[in-house]
């Protein structure tokens, strides 16, 4: 028997600072209209002064262990998807660990794998959780680009955001011991499969570099770090909707579903022409695609849990619904993963 593991409670913590495209213009040489037409993105969040990647992880995964009605000490599993690690050691989650109060002694590990991070470790706490060693499993992704970002490069920098988005999975209805009963009126997700890739072959078109001296003075109170993201825009373009499109294939034949039995698709938020391409090439309409990266830009990892948390809250998701999250990054990696959602009637 295959063992049914459901996301309790989902958590996100995007900064209040808001970085418009007109505030870029003071920086960069652009336009509003460049921007909003080229990738669809209006504004993105910043971090404050002082708040690392730790604290924004920390933040979403308090909401989630509540929303979950999870308490610290029942974790037993902590994985964190971040490329903007202020340190490899000790890692966002060891960090985080420590800052959560979680009990001592339990697994603590990052992942690295870009944009497709938040799928990524969906399907490692299903692994892990489905071994029966562990019952409840906290994982966080969590960004803070405006440290990696380049702001004398107009091509990347007007791209990204800072934000982070936390889950608690636990195994559902089983006789293991410890196993979770799903509750009677909170709302939870069933994860009915996943797809993951990746191809090395094409790392270069994506990567974060160490930044060229001298380094320049820190302008409108933006991070100026030792690391940039480096990219090739147009051929990132092109390879993330062939893959991405292949994954949403990929993963419904995996779990015999068909495309029309779709509520809801969460794609990576990267931009609105990719996600629009991707809606062509599966033929579905792009109403379907839940988009929010006019608000937020292109928050890597924690992407999609923020946007799927933005669906829950208006509603978009019924009792039964199956929707489907996919991703695409740097590395490259990709996954794609379905869900049914689980809506206790009150
Ligand atoms: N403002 C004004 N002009 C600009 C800007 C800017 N911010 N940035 C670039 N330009 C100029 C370029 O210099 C170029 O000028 P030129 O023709 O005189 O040389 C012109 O605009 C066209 O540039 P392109 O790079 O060809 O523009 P394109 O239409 O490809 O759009 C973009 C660029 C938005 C980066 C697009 O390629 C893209 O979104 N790619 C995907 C990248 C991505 O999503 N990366 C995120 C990480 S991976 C992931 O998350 C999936």
Redesign the pocket.
Known sequence: MTLSVHIRGLGIYTPSRRLTNHDLTRI????DE??VS??GIKERRIAAPGETNADLAAKAAKTALEKANVSPDEIDLLIVATASAESSVPSVACSIHHKLGLRPGIPSFDVSA??SGFLYLLQIAVQMLRSGEYHNALVVASEKLSAITDWQD???????GDGAGAAVLAIADSNNGGAYIPSASRPSASILGTVLGSDGSKGDL?SIVPRTPPFPQPQENLPVGTHV?S?N??E??RN?VRVMSQACRDVLKKCNVQPSQLALIIP?Q??L??IDAIAGELDLPLELFKVNLDRYG?T?AASIPIALDEAIHETRLKNGDIFLLVA???GFTWGATLLKWNQPKI
């Not at 960069?28 to 336009?31: L, Q």
């Not at 107009?154 to 990204?160: I, N, W």
């Open positions: 960069v040489d652009t336009t460049w921007i080229r990738s870009a944009c107009r091509s990347t920098c007007v791209l990204f994506l993201i990219m825009g147009r990132i373009f993330a990576h990267a931009n022409r990719i292109n890597s695409f990054g740097g």
